[in-house]
């Protein structure tokens, strides 16, 4: 196992040129190129401030906040996974011919989202402080907190990656997935009004656990639950360590079956 | 699966199966296997039947045999691209396969930005790229179009960069299938030179070819396939004559 880890970081070289690549392909061709980058969440927070203030009141203070610092990191999560859930299909014909640490591929994906993500915080510490919400020394935690959620993306991407070789529906079965996933999890509204019978269910859910970090540190101010992100965190440390097993193991056909 | 063997050795296969499984309809989706539950029909089909070879280092090895034989088959399981089914090689070093030229160029990258990225997905370092950028351009003898994007080239040029990102890798073992034959006459004949300077700076090499004279050329040893077996194995001339009166028979 170790083995394997040394070598796909034997490959880092290539890993940065296909998240550059990545990155570049998806703004290819626009005027603005890579202002899309921050020009994609601009528009969402310029929407919601809008609707939640006027359109739409809720009866939480600052919505649109509140909605968008849960709302980059599940977008971070979601697209990584539905664009990892095809990235070994589409390089078929890469992996027919050249010899690599497959991880390599899926692992691009979540590597340019996250940067994607923190380029997006660009707009997001701005906009916090327009709305005038205090930032604080929990901001201290995100690194920790970033660092939970990427080892769960990066799971959950290679599992689903390798799966999607053998079951080519997976991709869809993912998308309806990952939607029954954004209403379960405390994106849109608050871990507090789950009602207490549902909680024990709730709490089950490493994203909930992930998303309310974030809320904690970047909307209230206040350090976030550390006995539920050193559970959250450990689970997903050993979830990493059965996906690349399960990688490994099921990426030795991959070069037929794709 | 591959682990270090003693130093003399580059490549060890030993008795390597493999099966491949034929589909008539290959069913991809969970909800097809679910509803088709063990009624999927494939049959095994072995296109490797207990391979044994071992390979010196600094030995070129050449493969031959008919279409559909197993060479580049075996060809993809040393280089781990395929996995056996049952047995196991044992490599002694870093492989560069030539499969295809070009694989996994990005279209509208220039040449030069393909070279970094082509040589990546080989395994080198930024700094090991940086140290053979001016030689695999030089190669290549593309000039200016180097800052091009590679769908402007024509497909030889496009093999050219290939050609020439791959054998600057400095592998200590390098795989060609049927590759050589690209370009014009005088980057074949570059492309034969390079061969012999990597064979002259110990290389070990297995060339897949159809041609024995190639084999006569270039080759120390000779492995002949023949249906997923060995048929004959030994130095490159005598099996190359005995592959050349096989063919010669066969047509007459
Ligand atoms: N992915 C695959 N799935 C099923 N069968 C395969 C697959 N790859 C190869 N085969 C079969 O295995 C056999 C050996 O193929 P291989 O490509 O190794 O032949 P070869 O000796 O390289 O032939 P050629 O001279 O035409 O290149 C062939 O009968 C081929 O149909
Ligand atoms: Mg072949």
């Known amino acids: 196992m170790w083995q394997r880890i040394k070598e796909i970081y034997a490959y880092r070289e290539m890993l940065k040129n296909l998240v550059s690549k990545e990155l570049r392909a998806r703004y290819k061709g626009s005027i603005l190129g890579f202002f899309w980058t921050f020009f994609n969440p601009l528009l969402m927070l310029i929407v919601y401030s809008f609707v939640f203030s006027f359109v739409m009141r809720s009866g939480i203070k600052n919505y649109a906040m509140f909605l968008f610092v849960a709302l980059l990191p599940w977008n971070y999560l979601s697209s990584s996974i539905l664009q990892g859930a095809a990235s070994l299909v589409q390089n078929a014909s890469l992996i027919k011919k050249v010899y690599f640490p497959r991880e390599v591929l899926p692992l691009s994906v979540v590597l340019a989202n996250l940067i994607n993500y923190l380029l997006s915080l660009l707009i997001l510490m701005p906009a916090l402080m327009l709305f005038k919400i205090r930032l604080t020394w929990a901001l201290l935690a995100f690194p920790l907190v970033l660092l939970v959620e990427t080892v769960l993306v990066a799971s959950l991407t290679l599992l689903v990656s390798v799966g999607n070789v053998y079951f080519r529906d997976l991709e869809h079965i993912t998308g309806v997935f990952m939607t029954a996933w954004f209403f379960l999890t405390p994106v849109v509204y608050s871990a507090d009004t789950v009602p207490p019978n549902a909680k024990k269910f709730f709490s089950l859910n490493p994203a909930a656990h992930i998303i309310e970090a974030y809320r904690d540190i970047f909307y209230e101010g206040m350090w976030p639950d550390w006995k539920a992100l050193l559970y959250v965190g450990l689970g997903c440390l050993i979830l990493f360590w059965l996906s690349l097993l399960a990688f490994q193991r099921w990426q030795k056909d991959i070069a037929e079956e794709i | ?252």
Request: aromatic content about 8%; some cysteine; overall charge positive.
């Open chain 2, 1 to 252: 699966m591959v682990q270090e063997i003693s130093n003399e050795i580059a490549i060890e296969v030993k008795d390597v199966w493999k099966k491949f499984r034929l589909y008539h309809e290959k069913t991809y989706s969970l909800k097809e296997r679910i509803i088709f539950w063990g009624r999927s029909k494939a049959e095994d089909f072995w296109a490797l039947k207990g391979i044994n070879l071992t390979i010196p280092k600094g030995s070129t090895v050449g493969l031959i045999g008919r279409n559909g034989s197993g060479k580049s088959t075996l060809l993809k399981i040393i280089s781990r691209i395929l996995y056996p089914t049952r047995g196991e090689v044992k490599i002694n070093g870093r492989v560069s396969t030539l499969l295809e030229l070009g694989a996994g160029f990005h279209p509208d990258f220039t040449g030069r930005e393909n070279i970094f990225l082509n040589a990546s997905i080989l395994g080198l370092s930024r700094k090991e790229i940086k140290e053979r950028l001016d030689d695999i351009i030089a190669f290549s003898e593309l000039g200016d179009f180097i800052d091009n994007p590679v769908r402007n080239y024509s497909s030889g040029m496009y093999m050219r960069l290939g050609f020439a990102v791959a054998v600057h890798v400095d592998p200590e073992i390098l795989l060609i299938d049927e590759v050589l034959a690209v370009g014009d006459l005088a980057f074949q004949e570059k492309c034969l030179a390079k061969i012999k300077e990597l064979q002259k700076k110990g290389t070990t090499i297995i060339l897949v070819t159809h041609s024995p004279k190639q084999i006569q050329d270039l080759c120390d040893l000779a492995v002949w396939l023949d249906k997923g077996e060995m048929k004959m194995q030994g130095s490159a001339i005598e099996v190359a004559e005995a592959y050349a009166r096989y063919v010669s028979g066969k047509e007459r």
